[in-house]
C-alpha cells in the first residue's frame, strides 16, 4: 500500500494504492440483498449461474427488515381484483404465511387497518413480520445455491472496455475484488452502474429535490379496538386521525409535516408500523444528508410518541416498541436506461414486446417541501401497467443491469414502481436475464426477450394472457 497526500485541508485529494485480493469470480453478482436483490439471487441461481449477493447488512431484506417498512405494498391490479406479481413474492409470502408471519395478501381489503385505513391503491397489501423475512428470504437463497456474503459494502466499480466486471467493496475482511460476467445492481441507489460511468436522473426536473425520508418505527401497548372505533366514527378525514392533527398543529403539539398519522396494524395484537416522520431536502446518496436523517429521524419519533399519548385514542399508555435500523428512502438516482419510463405509460396502460412485470400501484409520491402527495390519485393510473426489460439496461454500459427504485424512469413514473412488490419483480427479472446472458454468451441488453419471458412465466411471474414463444434461442 502506498499514500501520497496532496494537502493537508479536509477534502482535498489523496492518492491512494494498494493491491487488492480477488476473492470472488462468479457467473452473475448481485448487489443489495433488499426485495430485487433477494429476487435476482434466487432467480440467477435456479436458472443455473454461479450467483454471490453481496450485502451491507448483517441480515437481508433492505426495507423490508432494516428499514422496518411495511406493510408490502398492493402486488394486484389498482382495483384489488387481480394478483400481478407472483413468482419469487409469492413463495417468499406463502413460506412467511405458514409460519405465522405473514398474511396473504389476497385476505387484506382496501380499507383495512392493515392497511392504514386507506382506500386508493392500498387493496391487497402483505402485513409481515421482519424477523420471517430474514429467516425464510435466507433460506431460499441457500436452498437455490446462492453464495451469499454480509457485512460487505461495495465502494467501487470495476470496469474494463465499457463493461462492468465487478466491485471492489470494504469489509471486516478489508478490501476485496469480487468479479463477475454480468453485475446485477439491486443497491436502491444504483451505486455500482453510477460508478461505472451510467447516465442518471435524481429528484424533481424542476429542482432536483427527492421525496422526503421517513424513520418507520413500531409502537405496543395500543388500544386496537379504540382505534378502529375512532376510525370508524371519523370516517371523512382524509387520513388516519386528521383531524386531531389539525388540533394539535394549532396548539403548538405537532411540528411534523403531516396531515394525518400513518398507521398500519402488524399481526400482533397492540403494535402497530408508523409510518409519519418526514424529513424533506435531504440526499440518500450523500452520507452527511443520512446521518442528518438518522439523527432527525428519530427526534421525531420521540416528538411523535409524546404527541401519540396526549391526543389519540388508544395511544394513551403506548410503547416505543423499537425504530428501523436505517432511515427509509424513498428517492434518489435513476438509471437513463435504453428506455425511459413515463407517467404517460402508466396512465396508459401501454404494452411493451419486452414487458418483464406487470403492477398496479398507484403513483405514490410525498412531497420533497411540504406535508402534500401521497397515492392521492393526481395521476389515474390504468389498472394494470406494465415495466419494460430496457428499463433495466443502463445505456452505453456494458456487464450490468440495474433492478428496483433506480430503474430507468422518470421521476412521477418511478413514484409508482418504487415499492417493494414491483422491485421484487424487476429483481426476479434481471437474475434470470443475468443468467441466460451468461448461459448464450451475449450481452445483457441482447438476452433474446421471449426467452427470458418464457423463463419467467415457468417460475411462476404472469406477464398477462400474451402468447409467449417457447423458450428456445
Not at 366514527?233 to 392533527?245: G, K, L
Not at 405509460?345 to 402527495?373: M, Q
Not at 412521477?412 to 415499492?419: I, P, S
Request: aromatic share 6%; charged share 20%.
Amino acid at each position: 500500500m502506498s499514500v501520497q497526500e496532496n494537502g493537508n485541508a479536509a477534502g482535498s485529494p489523496m492518492h491512494y494504492e494498494a493491491e487488492i485480493p480477488v476473492v470472488d469470480r462468479c457467473d452473475v453478482l448481485v448487489v443489495g440483498a433488499g426485495p430485487a436483490g433477494i429476487a435476482a439471487a434466487i432467480s440467477s441461481a435456479r436458472n443455473g449461474a454461479q450467483t454471490t449477493l453481496i450485502e451491507k447488512n448483517g441480515y437481508i431484506g433492505g426495507n423490508l427488515t432494516a428499514g422496518l417498512v411495511g406493510p408490502c405494498m398492493t402486488s394486484y391490479s389498482l382495483d384489488g381484483e387481480q394478483q400481478l406479481i407472483k413468482g419469487v413474492f409469492e413463495e417468499l409470502i406463502l413460506r412467511m404465511e405458514e409460519m405465522g408471519g405473514a398474511l396473504h395478501p389476497s385476505k387484506i381489503p382496501a380499507g383495512s387497518e392493515y392497511c392504514g385505513f386507506i382506500v386508493y391503491g392500498h387493496a391487497r397489501v402483505t402485513p409481515f413480520d421482519p424477523e420471517a423475512v430474514k429467516l425464510c428470504a435466507t433460506e431460499m437463497l441457500l436452498e437455490a445455491g446462492v453464495n451469499l456474503r454480509l457485512h460487505t459494502f461495495v465502494t467501487d466499480t470495476i470496469v474494463e472496455e465499457g463493461a462492468v466486471r465487478g466491485v471492489i467493496t470494504a469489509s471486516k475482511s478489508g478490501l476485496e475484488a469480487f468479479m463477475a460476467e454480468v453485475t446485477v445492481d439491486c443497491s436502491a441507489d444504483a451505486d455500482v452502474a453510477v460508478r461505472g460511468g451510467a447516465g442518471y436522473e435524481q429528484g424533481r426536473p424542476a429542482d432536483g429535490l427527492t421525496q422526503p425520508m421517513t424513520m418507520f418505527f413500531r409502537v405496543a401497548n395500543v388500544d386496537d379496538d379504540a382505534v378502529r372505533a375512532y376510525i370508524s366514527e371519523h370516517a371523512d378525514d382524509y387520513r388516519p386521525f386528521a383531524s386531531i392533527v389539525g388540533q394539535a398543529r394549532e396548539a403548538g403539539d405537532f411540528p411534523i409535516e403531516r396531515r394525518g398519522v400513518g398507521l398500519y396494524k402488524t399481526l400482533e395484537p397492540g403494535v402497530w408500523r408508523i409510518n409519519t416522520t418526514r424529513l424533506h431536502r435531504l440526499d440518500g446518496t450523500n452520507v452527511r444528508d443520512l446521518t442528518t436523517g438518522e439523527i432527525e429521524g428519530r427526534r421525531q419519533v420521540a416528538t411523535l410518541m409524546r404527541f401519540f399519548r396526549k391526543w389519540l385514542p388508544g395511544f394513551e399508555r403506548a410503547l416505543l416498541l423499537d425504530t428501523a435500523a436505517t432511515i427509509g428512502v424513498r428517492e434518489t438516482r435513476r438509471i437513463i436506461g435504453d428506455y425511459v419510463l413515463t407517467v404517460e405509460d402508466l396512465c396508459a396502460g401501454r404494452e411493451f414486446e419486452d414487458v418483464i412485470a406487470l403492477c398496479g400501484y398507484p403513483v405514490d409520491i410525498h412531497s420533497p417541501t411540504d406535508d402534500g402527495g401521497g397515492a392521492d390519485g393526481t395521476y389515474q393510473t390504468a389498472n394494470v401497467y406494465q415495466i419494460p426489460y430496457r428499463c433495466l439496461v443502463p445505456a452505453g454500459l456494458d456487464g450490468v443491469l440495474v433492478a428496483g427504485r433506480a430503474l430507468s424512469a422518470t421521476h412521477e413514473a418511478q413514484g409508482a414502481t418504487r415499492v417493494m412488490p414491483p422491485s421484487f419483480a424487476m429483481g426476479e427479472a434481471a437474475g434470470a436475464a443475468a443468467a441466460l446472458a451468461v448461459r448464450d454468451h451475449v450481452r445483457p441488453r441482447d438476452v433474446a426477450i421471449p426467452v427470458l419471458q418464457k423463463t419467467l412465466v415457468q417460475q411462476g411471474a404472469y406477464l398477462g394472457t400474451r402468447e409467449l414463444e417457447p423458450a428456445t434461442t
